[in-house]
């Protein structure tokens, strides 16, 4: 079987031990001219090689070397061109953020999990919520919200309490992280085309970061997040243990 592939690995000594064994049995190509980018590591390290090679045709398969490895496969040696010529293939849009500082300053990130507005202070912060131009909520004392994709439902989203989203639907969530005011709300399921507004209150005695896939921006006062359709993520994953799969299994456990 004639398949080109590139192997990166993360940091860790167990992902780069593995990279040497596998490039010495299956060859190595660039990423630029690979059939397959074959990433070694666990899930933030397949978000930043989705992030670094999005504009590449080369889908992207992960073989768990790290931690948690939701995004992953595991790891095998012996059978991997059988495995990918059999994957599966998962379709993902990121978020695009748009940030605006207190200086003026304005920030552009995508995010493939979530984007997220965390308080940067020893005080709650309070957060104006707007959907598509129209206010929905007008003041949310927290210690931040995040807006996710289906994709990155079952990470932050999921430890925030908020709901797991299949695959392939047409929404995202809205969730509050540790609401104070109003005390139980949960959070909002909007759909997926719609543009979210957080406007920050009082931001100098309530200073609030974003983040987008672990890209921070400090002393926002206006975050912006939209789905980007125009990007497209391609993931690979043997058969059965694909993104849906795995998204209906994580509610049962």
């Not at 552009?108 to 598509?132: M, T």
């Not at 309490?161 to 809205?174: C, E, Q, R, T, Y």
């Not at 970061?209 to 993931?235: F, G, Q, Y």
Request: glycine share 8%.
């Amino acid at each position: 079987m004639d398949m080109k592939l590139a192997f990166v690995a993360s940091r860790g000594p167990r992902a780069r031990e593995a990279r040497e064994a596998l490039v010495a049995r299956y060859g190595h190509v660039s990423e630029a001219d690979a059939d397959v980018i074959v990433a070694l590591g666990g899930d933030g390290f397949m978000l930043s090689t989705l992030h670094r090679t999005q504009g590449l045709r080369a889908p992207v398969y992960g073989m768990n070397r790290g931690t948690v490895g939701f995004l992953m496969n595991e790891y095998h040696d012996d059978d991997l061109l059988e495995r990918l010529a059999g994957a599966e293939t998962a379709l993902i849009n990121p978020l695009a953020m748009q940030a605006t500082r207190a200086d003026g300053k304005v920030t552009q990130a995508l995010a493939i999990n979530e984007v997220s507005l965390l308080r940067a202070g020893p005080q709650a912060a309070k957060l104006r919520i707007s959907v598509d131009g129209k206010v929905r909520m007008e003041e949310l004392v927290c210690d931040g919200a995040l807006v996710a994709t289906p994709a990155g439902s079952t990470a932050y989203n999921y430890s925030a309490h908020g709901p797991v989203l299949p695959i392939d639907s047409d929404v995202l969530a809205l969730t509050a992280i540790a609401p104070f005011r109003p005390r139980r709300w949960r959070g909002a399921l909007i759909p997926v085309a719609s543009h979210v507004r957080f406007d920050v209150l009082e931001p100098e005695k309530r200073p609030v970061m974003a983040d987008a896939d672990s890209r921070s921006v400090p002393n926002v006062i206006a975050v912006e997040i939209v789905s980007e359709p125009k990007v497209v993520h391609r993931l690979l994953f043997d058969p059965g243990h694909g993104l849906e799969e795995r998204l209906i299994q994580e509610q049962f456990v």
